[in-house]
């Protein structure tokens, strides 16, 4: 039996996304049907500063807040850089790419297709969820990260 290999891609702006930008562009994502997986990428945006004088206090960045996905509330963990996407064809793309000249019309952005999200369970997956790990979260582990990845559930 052979394993499918899906393709990904990944979307690429020229600055950081705010949270209102970030919440627009995951609304029009899952409203594509199409897409399997996708990680937000970014510097973190603790909920306390971790190093320095202020160490322990709390982090008032204000690009950490909830956004709306769907009818989903999620927490902001990073300010938003790249969208890394896995696909069930390729015939997915050019829908993303009108979703993204419909959102990012003040800046550019580039789709670049390639191999961007681990596909086999690596050992920070093994540690994090064990031998039984659910395969649809494979690769999105963050060996700092105390708490799991959150799943959207689009539309099927």
Same mark, same amino acid.
């Given at each position: ?8 891609? !990944?979307?690429?702006? *020229?600055?950081?996304?705010? $949270?209102?930008?970030? *919440?627009?562009?995951? &609304?029009? +994502?899952?409203? +594509?049907? =199409? ?5 937000? &990428?970014?510097? !973190? ?6 190093? =320095? ?5 709390? &982090? ?5 807040? $909830? ?13 938003? =850089?790249?969208?890394? +996407?896995?696909?069930? &064809? ?5 829908? +993303? ?15 670049? *297709? ?5 596909? *086999? ?22 060996? /700092? /990260?105390? /708490? !799991?990845?959150?799943?959207?559930? =689009?539309?099927?």
């Amino acid at each position: 039996m052979t394993k499918a290999t899906f393709p990904q891609c !990944r979307i690429v702006t *020229e600055r950081l996304l705010n $949270p209102e930008t970030t *919440e627009h562009l995951l &609304n029009k +994502l899952v409203e +594509l049907p =199409g897409i399997r997986r996708m990680v937000l &990428n970014g510097p !973190r945006l603790p909920v306390t500063i971790t190093y =320095g004088p202020a160490k322990g206090l709390a &982090n008032p960045h204000t690009m950490r807040r $909830p956004i709306h996905v769907g009818d989903q509330e999620i927490d902001l963990h990073v300010h938003v =850089g790249t969208v890394l +996407l896995e696909l069930e &064809n390729r015939d997915v793309i050019p829908a +993303l790419k009108t979703a993204c000249e419909q959102i990012f019309t003040h800046f550019s952005f580039r789709i670049q *297709e390639g191999k961007f999200m681990k596909t *086999e369970p690596s050992l920070v997956d093994y540690c994090k969820y064990g031998p039984d790990a659910d395969t649809s979260i494979l690769g999105l582990a963050d060996p /700092s /990260s105390k /708490s !799991r990845p959150t799943i959207i559930q =689009g539309i099927k």
